[in-house]
Antibody, heavy 121, light 110 residues
Framework: EMQLVESGGGLVQPGRSLRLSCAAS????????MHWVRQAPGKGLEWVSG????????DYADSVKGRFTISRDNAKNSLFLQLNSLRLEDLALYFC??????????????WGQGSLVTVSS | QSVLTQPPSASGTPGQRVTLSCSGDSSNVGSNPVTWYQHLPGSAPKLLIYGDNQRPSGVTGRFSGSKSGTSASLAISGLQSQDETDYYCAAWDDSLNGWVFGGGTKLTVL
């Protein structure tokens, strides 16, 4: 059974950092692109970042470019998101999402339950 | 403000057929396949439709997708109370080099 389990969320002050992790199981993690998508309270879904199967291709939403860094460890079936210089507007539930192909263009086909990041002073 | 435009709400009665709309432009919906998700708040979004009109295995045939130009639609036939939740459309955007979503439509079954 496919599973994506996020962790690392929590309460953090503006300007501080946080690192999210996603543990994948039930599929060949190394074959697929992975993404982070977030949902702020009462808002819709927003794509944050994506990484290709071999980490060669990485893209970010303009809203997080220069502050967030996506990475993966295929040997450990894990995806990461380093969140730096956090802002109040980064408060959201962050979903780890599997792509349907090795590149970023493939459909986002399987989602985790999410990890909540709360930014507050 | 979401890149793709969806009406914030829609409603129907049990057994009815409802259609949810999604509007974009030539850099996203107009040039790339549209995906639809069903999302019960607090749980993981579920893939309903990909490639404009393809259903993943396990998704009931009551859900169907279509697209014309820069607009896409999700049709739900034989509406059931369990269909009452949020629905999102998404597409790759060639200008932004990333995935873009609609703001979501909250479907109410009266």
């Amino acid at each position: 059974e496919m599973q994506l389990v996020e962790s690392g969320g929590g309460l953090v002050q503006p300007g501080r950092s946080l690192r999210l992790s996603c543990a994948a199981s039930g599929f060949r993690f190394e074959d697929y692109a992975m993404h982070w998508v977030r949902q702020a309270p009462g808002k819709g879904l927003e794509w944050v970042s994506g990484i290709s199967w071999n980490s060669v291709k990485i893209d970010y939403a303009d809203s997080v470019k220069g502050r967030f860094t996506i990475s993966r460890d295929n040997a450990k079936n894990s995806l990461f998101l380093q969140l730096n210089s956090l802002r109040l507007e980064d408060l959201a539930l962050y979903f780890c999402v599997k792509g349907r192909s090795s590149g970023l263009y493939g459909v986002l086909d399987f989602w985790g339950q999410g990890s909540l990041v709360t930014v507050s002073s | 403000q979401s890149v793709l435009t969806q009406p914030p709400s829609a409603s129907g009665t049990p057994g009815q057929r409802v259609t949810l709309s999604c509007s974009g432009d030539s850099s996203n919906v107009g040039s790339n396949p549209v995906t639809w998700y069903q999302h019960l708040p607090g749980s993981a979004p579920k893939l309903l439709i990909y490639g404009d009109n393809q259903r993943p295995s396990g998704v009931t045939g009551r859900f169907s997708g279509s697209k014309s130009g820069t607009s896409a639609s999700l049709a739900i036939s034989g509406l059931q109370s369990q269909d009452e939740t949020d629905y999102y459309c998404a597409a790759w955007d060639d200008s932004l080099n990333g995935w873009v979503f609609g703001g979501g439509t909250k479907l109410t079954v009266l």
